[in-house]
């Protein structure tokens, strides 16, 4: 069998050669010739896995090593004999290292204290249940917003989005990318979201850069500048943008926080993300792959558990400001970032 590879999707080289043939390619730069007599297709967000790149290829299976899988036309995959998978809850501790330290920046920038703020999250799957757990650990009052969860659950956990955005001091996105349904997510930051937030909100986004109308917030942000005062939104923090990597420099100017979509970039979160599809590749195709090499820090096996790592994110806001232009190369040779503290050994 074949696959072709996302170059840049860590500790896979070398897994499946004992087995098939493997092609690495930049993620950008995979076409249908590459797929021809391809068995399997192993992605980042950067590959469009539709019908123009799959029509009449050989592939039978997708595998993202995301959570998201909006670059995926699930679709016409299923209509076309096609299987995929995502890594669902792959990175959700490094999301929620990179919130909790864009909780404490602002808190320092802005003088105030995190325990005397509302946190309203949007959005409660594996990364929002564990921003649930860190802020009331910090002493936040938290508000949950989740209409699948609250659909399928009831029970009062949930609170409707109007609400939260009446009574949140700060709202941080979780959502998936829904282009249409009843759970629509695509531009859902727009004027009239704007409109109902508690004067002053802060804004974080880390799910994805088309939740948010940018030219909404972005005349927000002008207005904000210049008459000097604060009517509605009171701080932004972006790590997802639209048009990636050509992303609008007025509007990285004018956030409070810019990086480079690397909420989710934590050396555990790669190698969850990973060792899930390709897991998962294996069990689909019969590849006889009995383990998956363990993470090795310092000459020892990680155990993901225990006190997280500290991390600056005014380091990654600093760096994206200085060279806008090499968003993508930021994020394709972003350095180690680790979630925990120290590797341990792992006891049997």
């Known amino acids: 069998m074949k696959l072709v590879i996302d170059h840049k999707i860590p500790f896979i080289k070398g897994i499946f050669e004992p087995h098939?043939?493997?092609?690495?390619?930049?993620?950008?730069?995979?076409?249908?010739?590459?797929?021809?007599?391809?068995?399997?297709?192993?992605?980042?967000?950067?590959?469009?896995?539709?019908?123009?790149?799959?029509?009449?290829?050989?592939?039978?299976?997708?595998?993202?090593?995301?959570?998201?899988?909006?670059?995926?036309?699930?679709?016409?995959?299923?209509?076309?004999?096609?299987?995929?998978?995502?890594?669902?809850?792959?990175?959700?501790?490094?999301?929620?290292?990179?919130?909790?330290?864009?909780?404490?920046?602002?808190?320092?920038?802005?003088?105030?204290?995190?325990?005397?703020?509302?946190?309203?999250?949007?959005?409660?799957?594996?990364?929002?249940?564990k921003i649930a757990k860190k802020a009331r650990e910090l002493g936040m009052t938290v508000i949950l917003n989740d209409p699948p969860r609250q659909r399928t659950e009831g029970g009062n956990e949930f609170t409707d989005l109007t609400t939260l955005l009446k009574n949140a001091d700060i709202i941080t996105l979780h959502v998936p990318l829904n282009r249409d349904g009843t759970d629509k997510t695509i531009q859902m930051v727009d004027g009239e979201f704007l409109k109902n937030i508690k004067p002053g909100a802060i804004l974080i986004n880390s799910s994805r850069g088309e939740v948010i109308e940018e030219g909404e917030v972005l005349r927000e942000l002008r207005e904000v500048r210049e008459v000097r005062e604060v009517k509605r939104l009171g701080g932004i923090v972006m790590d997802v943008w639209q048009n990636e990597p050509d992303i609008n420099r007025e509007l990285m100017d004018l956030v409070d926080i810019a990086t480079p979509h690397i909420a989710g970039y934590s050396v555990e979160g790669k190698y969850n993300a990973t060792k899930i599809i390709v897991q998962e590749a294996s069990r689909f195709f019969g590849i006889p792959l009995s383990t998956f090499p363990p993470l090795i820090r310092d000459g020892r096996e990680v155990n993901q558990t225990g006190p997280m790592e500290p991390y600056d994110i005014s380091s990654d806001d600093k760096n994206l400001r200085e060279s806008p232009e090499t968003f993508e190369q930021q994020r394709n040779n972003y350095p180690a970032r680790w979630e925990f503290q120290s590797p341990c050994l792992k006891v049997s």
């Open 20 to 129: 098939a043939e493997v092609l690495y390619l930049p993620g950008g730069e995979i076409r249908r010739e590459h797929l021809l007599k391809a068995d399997c297709l192993l992605v980042r967000t950067r590959t469009q896995c539709d019908q123009k790149l799959l029509k009449k290829t050989n592939v039978k299976f997708i595998g993202t090593a995301t959570i998201g899988f909006d670059h995926i036309d699930t679709k016409w995959c299923e209509n076309n004999g096609i299987a995929w998978t995502n890594a669902p809850g792959c990175n959700s501790g490094a999301v929620m290292q990179y919130v909790t330290s864009a909780l404490y920046e602002m808190a320092r920038r802005k003088n105030f204290h995190l325990a005397d703020k509302t946190l309203g999250i949007i959005g409660v799957g594996n990364v929002g249940k």
